[in-house]
């Protein structure tokens, strides 16, 4: 072998061993790479399942009855509604007393006709129809007698306030005028909600849970209303007070809006 075949010989092994490395380096670089993603991705997942388990549920699960699944869509409708106007009446205790009372009876009359109704629908289902027709024959006189002036005969009738057939003996009547006015923002809602069920047992808890909800949500109008209690004070305000002539009385400077 000639010197020159000698040389060209090393500068292959050369190539050849320059290449290996080459390789060997880009593949780990190429391992190195892949790493740093998987790292970033663990990283990202764990920042993600962090911020999840900080954060409250806006948006629980459904409940496993579709009544109270009803029900608190309904109330997210018709409780801004009775907070806004419980805590206008604040004269007296009574006022709101008679709300509460009016709005609780008003809602449990207008389910009973829907309740009846639905279980007459389901008797009727379940019996066989029995057809029998009756047919009065009234020989009165005035029966016959035909009023080309209604008009005239319905102004003599005295108009009766619609109030009074909602109201509750002994109440307070603003507790009662201001839950009629109420009453009629959120009724068709509340009988449109219990029409949506059939099941039996969502239309009971759906019942039982609205009455109970409404008591407890006026309970907590009231806690949040403190109407007429002390107005909260702190010791720098004490202190201030006691330092000024005649303990305060009189002392305190008046600004003048008529500069």
Avoid: W
Wanted: aromatic residues 6%.
């Amino acid at each position: 072998m000639n010197e020159e075949t000698l040389r060209n010989s090393i500068r292959q092994a050369i190539r050849i061993v320059k290449k290996k490395r080459l390789i060997n380096e880009n593949k780990k670089a190429l391992e190195e790479t892949k790493l740093r993603e998987s790292v970033r991705r663990l990283i990202d997942i764990e920042m993600r399942l962090m911020k999840e388990a900080s954060t409250p549920d806006n948006d629980p699960a459904p409940h496993g009855n579709t009544g109270i699944n009803v029900l608190e869509d309904l109330l997210k409708k018709i409780i801004p509604i009775l907070e806004t106007d419980y805590k206008l009446l604040t004269t007296s205790l009574e006022q709101r007393e008679s709300f509460r009372s009016h709005i609780v009876n008003a809602v449990v009359g207008a389910l009973t006709p829907v309740e009846a109704n639905n279980d007459a629908e389901q008797n009727q289902q379940n019996e066989p129809v029995a057809e029998e027709i009756d047919i009065d024959v009234v020989d009165d006189e005035e029966s016959k007698f035909i009023d080309i002036n209604p008009e005239a005969a319905a102004e003599e009738e005295e108009e009766e306030d619609p109030r009074d057939g909602f109201g509750i003996e002994g109440a307070d009547v603003t507790g009662r005028n201001m839950a009629y006015s109420s009453f009629k923002k959120i009724e068709s809602s509340i009988v449109d909600a219990y029409d949506l069920l059939s099941n039996s047992e969502d239309q009971e808890l759906f019942y039982d849970y609205l009455i109970a909800n409404l008591k407890l949500y006026f309970d907590k109008f009231e806690d949040e209303l403190e109407v007429g209690g002390e107005e909260p004070t702190n010791q720098a305000y004490d202190t201030a007070k006691q330092s000024q002539p005649d303990g305060g009385a009189g002392g305190e400077e008046e600004i003048d809006f008529n500069l």
